[in-house]
């Protein structure tokens, strides 16, 4: 099988190699019974590279598949790929279903991903090696096809880099098929637009001569990256733009006293969260004040926000018992709530300023290296425990 990925067209010219400039006119015609969706799958998990979405800087990312059927408690699946950067992305084949199911399926699976966490996605590739027989081995794989990215494909860092996809900076969402209906583009351009979901179509054209099958790609909404990325930029006030700023230069600062801690970028908000390699829970640095006019405060936290109140109680029962330690650890006067909010709990310490000054981004820094060497081997210890 030969697959061409070119411009969408009612007919094809494909370029046959050690012919020199010799042309052959390939009719698009319809696929038959024997051409399923599941071909589409098999194809695209050999080939992930085929349906890999340019990010705002134009770039295609060398990517492989790490799990494919991939099952859950809650469901399956159909493919899941990674990048080179630790970014996910889900793949949702149509398969005859109606539109409003090819919606709300693709988003509770995004919710699957993001209520499984890190190890929770890494356990169902090790338990299913259908494709693949675990991380490692896809990492290896990447290593091997693409040497320039060796260096930063170290499964520590890739772990932390998924994590922080799931948690819904960079996860991408594809829903693949012969033929994408209209209402499927139209809503998935309304996520995209209103929401800034990254959730494209993918739907290919099938062509066939004598010879060969020829699969060929069009990605609807892609072009929407860059006009959204550049939109945002536009749209953002001027506060937005100083907080994007202000934790710009804190993730600088903190990537050089903890290489490889996260790859995400400043947003524009009063917060900032800092995985920890977790599920729903991070540390955080926040601005307080905000709502009441004036910023009057800053805090370092770690933040409980499992889905249940009572995982929230036990983790932080587990770290309030610890107190005295911690406050000697730290050096710092740790305060502990729980319940934060309806089911949440946090441990954390508060600066009494609000703008945003040399002094406090010093302060802010130190402070998140303290609190992720000090509470992130105590976190993990609770987890491998549990």
């Not at 696929?31 to 399923?36: R, S």
């Not at 589409?40 to 060398?62: C, W």
């Not at 091997?144 to 996809?165: G, Q, T, W």
């Not at 390699?277 to 004040?289: C, I, N, Y």
């Amino acid at each position: 099988m030969h697959i061409c990925v070119m411009k969408r067209r009612s007919y094809g010219l494909i370029a046959n190699k050690g012919t020199g400039d010799k042309m052959t006119f390939v009719e698009s015609i319809s696929y038959g019974k024997d051409k399923t969706e599941e071909d589409l799958h098999q194809l695209i998990a050999k080939n992930p590279q085929l349906i890999t979405v340019e990010d705002s800087e134009g770039r295609r990312m060398p990517t492989a598949t790490i799990g494919s059927h991939l099952r859950f408690p809650d469901g399956e699946i159909d493919l899941l790929l990674m990048d080179v950067e630790g970014n996910l992305t889900l793949v949702e084949l149509k398969r005859d279903k109606p539109p409003r199911d090819v919606i709300a399926q693709i988003l509770d699976y995004a919710s699957i991903l993001y209520q499984s966490g890190g190890e929770g996605i890494e356990e169902s590739i090790k338990s299913q090696p259908t494709f693949t027989n675990g991380l490692q081995d896809v990492i290896e794989k990447l290593k091997e096809e693409n040497p320039d990215y060796s260096e930063e494909l170290e499964i520590e860092a890739i772990r932390k880099k998924m994590e922080n996809s799931i948690n819904g900076h960079a996860l991408q969402l594809l829903i693949v098929s012969y033929e994408v209906e209209e209402p499927i583009r139209r809503v998935t351009e309304y996520l995209r637009e209103v929401y800034g979901v990254k959730i494209y179509c993918v739907e290919f054209d099938y062509f066939a001569d004598r010879e060969n099958e020829y699969f060929v790609p069009e990605t609807i909404g892609a072009e929407d990256v860059r006009k959204i990325k550049r939109r945002e930029r536009k749209e953002l006030t001027q506060t937005q733009i100083e907080y994007q700023n202000f934790y710009g230069e804190l993730l600088a600062k903190l990537k050089e006293k903890l290489p490889g801690i996260t790859q995400q970028k400043a947003l524009p908000q009063n917060w900032l969260s800092v995985p920890v390699g977790h599920s729903d829970v991070h540390l955080s640095w926040a601005f307080h004040g905000v709502g009441v006019g004036r910023r009057n405060s800053f805090e370092v936290g770690l933040h409980f926000e499992r889905p249940s109140r009572d995982e929230n109680k036990q983790l932080f029962d587990f770290f309030k018992k610890k107190e005295d330690v911690l406050k000697e650890e730290l050096a710092e006067d740790i305060k502990f709530q729980f319940p934060w909010g309806e089911r949440w709990a946090r441990m954390y310490v508060i600066k009494n300023e609000g703008e945003m000054t040399e002094e406090l981004k010093e302060w802010a820094v130190a402070t998140m290296v303290k609190f992720y060497n000090v509470l992130k081997p105590k976190l993990d210890d609770y987890f491998h425990s549990t």
